[in-house]
T-cell receptor, first 115, second 112 residues
Framework: ETGVTQTPRHLVMGMTNKKSLKCEQH?????MYWYKQSAKKPLELMFV???????ENNSVPSRFSPECPNSSHLFLHLHTLQPEDSALYLC??????????????FGPGTRLTVL | AQSVTQPDIHITVSEGASLELRCNYS??????LFWYVQSPGQGLQLLLK??????LVQGIKGFEAEFKRSQSSFNLRKPSVHWSDAAEYFC??????????FGAGTQVVVTP
């Protein structure tokens, strides 16, 4: 138990569906992250939020839309996804973004399958 | 440009034997380095970290890593592997902006 929870753990959706992934951290951290983990590829950073402001967007397609309503919650809204978007989506948090405080705590992930 | 290389994609080790996972990095300044482990169906867990100071770093679960600046390496070791150590291991570099860069990972299989 890392203090970071993600729901749902598994999600199957069609290409025309709209769904949302939720992440919650109970650690009092100020930075939160979304990562994509695909088979045989390194972990890809998607979005970074620091103090509820988006500070990084790594050229992620607009069909992925993040939202950070407060420092404890992070959402990833999904719409009109493609089959190649099937992956494990991991959420993480850290105290802040400075390297000395950037030990990230990961949630268990949401396994997404797009049909 | 910064990079992290894990040369071994897959390692098989017998239970009770020693384990060493290699990691090489490229970074222009003092690196901040981590090792994370991901067990099947689990998220990533931090094993240990290096920021400065002692080059031999102790972590959880009996793991240690040695930072060697001259070789640009940060290899992970465990003297005696347990079956529960079967997992994927990631070497990670963070830059001065706090952006993590993950290596491709090394899958460890433990045989009886």
């Amino acid at each position: 138990e890392t203090g970071v929870t993600q729901t749902p753990r598994h999600l199957v959706m069609g290409m025309t569906n709209k769904k949302s992934l939720k992440c919650e951290q109970h650690l009092g951290h100020n930075a939160m992250y979304w990562y994509k983990q695909s088979a045989k590829k390194p972990l890809e950073l998607m979005f970074v939020y620091s103090l509820e402001e988006r500070v990084e967007n790594n050229s992620v397609p607009s069909r992925f839309s993040p939202e950070c309503p407060n420092s404890s919650h992070l959402f990833l809204h999904l719409h009109t996804l493609q089959p190649e978007d099937s992956a494990l989506y991991l959420c993480a948090s850290s105290q802040d973004r400075r390297p000395m405080y950037n030990e990230q705590f990961f949630g268990p992930g949401t396994r997404l399958t797009v049909l | 440009a910064q990079s992290v290389t894990q040369p071994d994609i897959h390692i098989t080790v017998s239970e009770g034997a020693s384990l060493e996972l290699r990691c090489n990095y490229s970074y222009g300044a003092t690196p901040y380095l981590f090792w994370y482990v991901q067990s099947p169906g689990q998220g990533l867990q931090l094993l240990l970290k290096y920021f400065s100071g002692d080059t031999l770093v102790q972590g959880i679960k009996g793991f240690e890593a040695e930072f060697k600046r001259s070789q640009s390496s940060f290899n992970l070791r465990k003297p005696s592997v347990h079956w529960s150590d079967a997992a994927e291991y990631f070497c990670v570099l963070t830059d001065s902006w706090g952006k993590l860069q993950f290596g491709a990972g090394t899958q460890v299989v433990v045989t009886p």
